[in-house]
T-cell receptor
Framework: AQSVSQHNHHVILSEAASLELGCNYS??????LFWYVQYPGQHLQLLLK??????LVKGIKGFEAEFIKSKFSFNLRKPSVQWSDTAEYFC???????????FGTGTRLTIIP | GAGVSQTPSNKVTEKGKYVELRCDPI?????LYWYRQSLGQGPEFLIY????????DSGLPNDRFFAVRPEGSVSTLKIQRTERGDSAVYLC??????????FGPGTRLTVL
């Protein structure tokens, strides 16, 4: 069965700092990869996704993620964070041919103004 | 356009009672999913519908949980004989043809 690990449970950064959130998955077959974000009081929203092609994926609000197949990783990055990026971030994976998302436990990001 | 909607937003019930949670997917989306999110965890898959039929119900924890989607649009998640361990946020998502899943705001269920 697929599993997803997000090693950073709570990250605290100052505004303008660079961000990298880790995500690793276990199943080595073909996968589709996602990052979802949940802002305070709001529902889960898609940040970016990877299905195929260029392993460097750009999403909304300046976020990007890189799929490294050999490392089973899909880390999320942003060069300069803003206070409004304060949220919970979830990495999720779908095994090809399947429909169910497997989520990590999430990383809470707090940005200090 | 309108997103996924879920009702009620909050439900408090007593142990042993029956509850129904409703999900209205995005118009035209053929696939509908239910997930459950416990405190401090990511969402966990429960069941997935393609049209009216349950294509994968492998995530339902036991036979107290049941879901229907009789006309291929609105879905209802039904929980019988609720237990305190059922307390969680129940999330619904929909998609077009297996593409990106769009989530609703969830129903927070509290079993006393």
């Amino acid at each position: 069965a697929q599993s997803v690990s997000q090693h950073n449970h709570h990250v605290i950064l100052s505004e303008a700092a660079s961000l990298e959130l880790g995500c690793n998955y276990s199943y080595g077959g073909t996968v589709n990869l996602f990052w979802y974000v949940q802002y305070p009081g709001q529902h889960l929203q898609l940040l970016l996704k990877y299905f195929s092609g260029d392993p460097l994926v750009k999403g909304i609000k300046g976020f990007e993620a890189e799929f490294i197949k050999s490392k089973f990783s899909f880390n999320l990055r942003k060069p300069s964070v803003q206070w409004s990026d304060t949220a919970e971030y979830f990495c999720a994976v779908i095994n090809f041919g399947n429909e169910k998302l497997t989520f990590g436990t999430g990383t809470r990001l707090t940005i200090i103004p | 356009g309108a997103g996924v909607s879920q009702t009620p937003s909050n439900k408090v019930t007593e142990k042993g009672k029956y509850v129904e949670l409703r999900c209205d997917p995005i118009s035209g989306h053929t696939a509908l999913y239910w997930y459950r999110q416990s405190l401090g965890q990511g969402p966990e898959f429960l069941i997935y519908f393609q049209g009216t039929g349950a294509a994968d119900d492998s995530g339902l924890p036991n036979d107290r949980f049941f879901a229907v989607r009789p006309e291929g649009s609105v879905s209802t998640l039904k929980i019988q004989r609720t237990e305190r361990g059922d307390s969680a946020v129940y999330l619904c998502a929909s998609s077009w043809g297996g593409d990106t899943q769009y989530f609703g705001p969830g129903t927070r269920l509290t079993v006393l």
